[in-house]
C-alpha cells in the first residue's frame, strides 16, 4: 500500500480537533494513533466492503483510493466513520429518525431508542405530531395527556445524561407540525433559553398553512389521534409568532413539509415526518443516512483558478461507493433501523470549502455569478452521483425499493442509491480539512487567537495570506486591524479586486443568504444546511421577508440567527409585543428584494439575472 504520509497537510486546529475527538486512545487516555494511522484505518475498513458485497475488486486498490482521497483532504465522510470505522463500536451513521408513538409505551421506546443512537455517536431526529394535545383525554387511563412539550423534556433530559460514544454530545431534533393544537406552546417553549438546550426545534409547514398566510385567513387545527379538526387560528399571527421567536433567539426554524415530500423518493414506503438535528436530511421514521463532503477547495487550480472538473468527477464517483459501502458495513444500532436502510440505501454526498472555492475563482460570494457557479457546481455533482449510483447497481444491484421509488418514472436507470446528494454544515470536518463549512461565507479573514500565558495571536486565513503576500501587502499591524474588525473596503492597503472577493457573513444581507441556500437546493436530493445570518439590528419584518422568500425560491426549510440574539434574548428593549394588526401586513417594509404585500397579492418574485 502507497504510504503518502508526509503529504498530510493539517493545521494546528485539524490536529487538536483529531487529538480530542477523532484519534483512538487506550483506557487510561493515551494517544494509539496519528492523523495518517486514522485514514489508514478507516480506509482499509471502508475497502473490505468491496470483500462484503463479493464485487471481485480488489481491497488493497480501494484501501489506496479511499486513503489519498482522505489524506488529501480532498474528500471526509461523516464524524462517526471517522471516529468508529475499523473500531468496536463500528456504528457509521451520522443521521437518524425515530418515530414518537401516541402511547406511554411507545414513547419511552424511542426514549430508549435515541439513547442507543446517541451513545454510538448518531444524532435524532424526532416529529412529535402524532402525540395529542394537552388536556386531551386519554381513553385508556380516564386521564389527560400532558402534550409533545413535556415529553419532549423527557428527551433532553435522557440526552444530558449521555455522551454520543464517548466524543459527541446528544443532539436532537424536535419538530411538530404547524396545525397540531399545541403549536402556540411549542413555538415559544425554548424562549427562555434554558429550556431543551438538547433540542433544536423547527415547525413542520405545510401548503395549506402558507396558501392560508397568502391569502390572509384562518387555517384548521387538527387534533393527530382521531385527525378532527379542534379550531382554527389566524395563519398571519402564527406566522408572526414563529418570526418573532425565531428574532428573539434563533428557534424555532422552518421546514417546508410538504415540499419534502414532493421530493420523497419513497413515497410508497412512507411519508416524511423529521430531518436530522441540523435539519438538511429529512428522513422516514427508523431510517438514518450517512454523509459525505468534497472539498471544493482542493478542485480549484491556485494559479489560473480553473476548475479540474474531471478529478472532480472521478472523486464524486469514488466517494458514491465509499459511502454505499458504510451501508453494509455499518453496526446499526437498531434491528428497525438497519431493515429500512438497507432497502433505501440513502447517502448525502455534499461540499464543504466553497466560500474558499470562490475566492479561488474570483467569484465575490452573494452576487449572480455566485448563484450560477453555484447551480452549475452542484448540477453536476448531482448527475455524475447519478451516474455512480447507476453504475454500483449494475454491479450491486439496485436498492430494494427501486421498483417502488419515483426513480423508473422519471426515466432513471435502475439506482444502488435512493438518494445521493445532501449538503450538510460539516463543522468539525472542514476543521480537519481546513477549508471553510459547508456552503458558508467566511465568517471572517483574521481572528484573534489565545494562547498559553494570555499571549493573542492573530490567524489569518490562508488563502488570502497568500494573496496578500504575493502583492506584498501582508503586515502583522495589518493583519490585526482586519481581526478587530476593520472592514476590507475600508483599508487602504488592500487593493479593491482582493476586498471584493473576501466576502465574510457580515458583509451579505439575508436576501443572499437565501438565494445561496436556493441555488443549491435545485440540484440536490435532500436538503441544504445553511444559516441565514441576520446583524443585531434587524427587525421582525426583516426575519418574515426571509422565511418567505425562502418558500418563494424552492428551499425545503429556513434557520436564521440574528447577531448577538441569544445573548440578548432576555431585553427586548423597544419591541412590540403586540400580534401587528392586519392592515399593518400591506405595508410591511421591503427587506433585500421581497415586498411581503406583493408576495401575497400573488405576484412572482423575480430571480436575479445572471
Request: charged share 25%; proline share 6%; aromatic share 8%.
Amino acid at each position: 500500500m502507497n504510504n503518502p504520509d508526509s503529504n498530510l497537510h493539517l493545521t494546528d486546529n485539524s490536529k487538536r480537533v483529531l487529538e480530542r475527538r477523532y484519534l483512538k486512545r487506550d483506557d487510561r487516555g493515551n494517544l494509539l494513533e496519528k492523523p495518517e494511522d486514522m485514514f489508514h484505518r478507516v480506509a482499509a475498513f471502508m475497502a473490505s466492503g468491496e470483500k462484503v458485497l463479493e464485487t471481485g475488486q480488489s481491497v488493497d486498490e480501494w484501501t489506496d483510493t479511499y486513503f489519498e482521497m482522505m489524506s488529501r483532504l480532498e474528500f471526509l465522510p461523516n464524524s462517526p466513520t471517522l471516529m468508529n470505522a475499523g473500531r468496536e463500536l463500528g456504528q457509521l451513521a451520522a443521521c437518524f429518525v425515530l418515530p414518537v408513538e401516541d402511547n406511554l409505551e411507545g414513547i419511552f421506546e424511542s426514549v430508549k431508542h435515541a439513547a442507543l443512537i446517541h451513545k454510538s455517536g448518531g444524532g435524532t431526529g424526532f416529529s412529535f405530531s402524532r402525540l395529542r394535545p394537552k388536556e386531551s383525554v386519554v381513553q385508556s387511563t380516564m386521564g389527560v395527556s400532558s402534550g409533545p412539550i413535556s415529553f419532549m423534556s423527557v428527551f433532553d433530559a435522557a440526552t444530558d445524561t449521555i455522551k454520543q460514544g464517548g466524543t459527541r454530545r446528544g443532539a436532537n431534533m424536535g419538530i411538530l407540525r404547524v396545525d397540531h393544537p399545541d403549536i402556540l406552546e411549542f413555538i415559544e417553549c425554548k424562549e427562555s433559553g434554558d429550556n431543551l438546550s438538547n433540542f433544536n426545534i423547527s415547525v413542520a409547514m405545510t401548503e395549506t398553512f402558507f396558501k392560508a398566510v397568502e391569502e390572509g385567513g384562518n387555517y384548521d387545527l387538527i387534533s393527530p389521534h382521531n385527525g378532527q379538526p379542534v379550531a382554527s387560528l389566524s395563519a398571519r399571527e402564527v406566522f408572526w409568532r414563529i418570526v418573532k421567536g425565531a428574532w428573539k433567539n434563533g428557534d424555532p426554524g422552518v421546514i417546508f413539509l410538504d415540499r419534502m415530500n414532493a421530493d420523497n423518493p419513497t413515497p410508497e414506503v412512507g411519508e416524511y415526518e423529521s430531518t436530522n438535528p441540523c435539519g438538511e436530511q429529512p428522513l422516514l421514521p427508523f431510517e438514518s443516512c450517512n454523509l459525505g463532503s468534497l472539498n471544493l477547495s482542493k478542485f480549484v487550480n491556485r494559479n489560473t483558478g480553473e476548475v479540474d472538473w474531471d478529478r472532480l468527477k472521478t472523486r464524486v464517483h469514488q466517494a458514491v461507493r465509499f459511502l454505499d459501502n458504510v451501508i453494509a458495513l455499518n453496526n446499526y444500532p437498531l434491528v428497525q433501523i438497519q431493515e429500512i436502510t438497507e432497502h433505501n440505501r440513502k447517502i448525502g454526498l455534499g461540499i464543504m470549502g466553497f466560500a474558499d472555492y470562490l475566492i479561488l475563482r474570483g467569484i465575490p460570494y452573494g452576487t449572480p455569478e455566485s448563484y450560477t457557479e453555484a447551480t452549475r457546481l452542484m448540477r453536476f455533482i448531482q448527475e455524475e452521483s447519478k451516474k455512480a449510483s447507476a453504475d454500483l447497481a449494475v454491479e450491486r444491484g439496485p436498492f430494494a425499493n427501486f421498483e417502488r421509488s419515483i426513480w423508473p418514472g422519471r426515466g432513471y436507470p435502475p439506482l444502488r442509491n435512493a438518494t445521493t446528494t445532501t449538503i450538510a454544515p460539516t463543522g468539525t470536518i472542514s476543521i480537519i480539512a481546513g477549508c471553510s463549512s459547508g456552503i458558508e461565507p467566511l465568517f471572517g479573514i483574521c481572528y484573534w487567537r489565545n494562547v498559553m500565558d494570555n499571549d493573542r495571536l492573530v490567524e489569518v486565513h490562508p488563502i488570502f495570506k497568500a494573496r496578500a503576500l504575493e502583492e506584498g501587502f501582508y503586515s502583522e499591524p495589518l493583519m490585526k486591524r482586519v481581526a478587530s474588525g476593520a472592514p476590507l473596503e475600508e483599508i487602504e492597503e488592500i487593493p479593491e479586486e482582493i476586498a471584493k472577493i473576501f466576502v465574510c457573513t457580515r458583509d451579505l444581507s439575508p436576501e443572499q443568504h437565501v438565494r445561496m441556500q436556493a441555488a443549491f437546493q435545485k440540484h440536490t436530493d435532500n436538503a441544504v444546511s445553511k444559516t441565514i445570518n441576520f446583524h443585531h439590528e434587524a427587525q421582525l419584518p426583516d426575519v418574515a421577508d426571509a422565511y418567505l422568500l425562502a418558500y418563494r425560491l424552492g428551499c425545503k426549510g429556513i434557520t436564521i440567527y440574528r447577531d448577538g440574539s441569544r445573548a440578548f434574548q432576555v431585553l427586548n428593549h423597544g419591541l412590540d409585543e403586540t400580534l401587528p394588526a392586519e392592515s399593518k401586513w400591506a405595508s410591511l417594509p421591503v427587506y433585500g428584494g421581497c415586498d411581503l404585500s406583493r408576495l401575497w397579492s400573488g405576484e412572482p418574485e423575480k430571480e436575479p439575472v445572471a
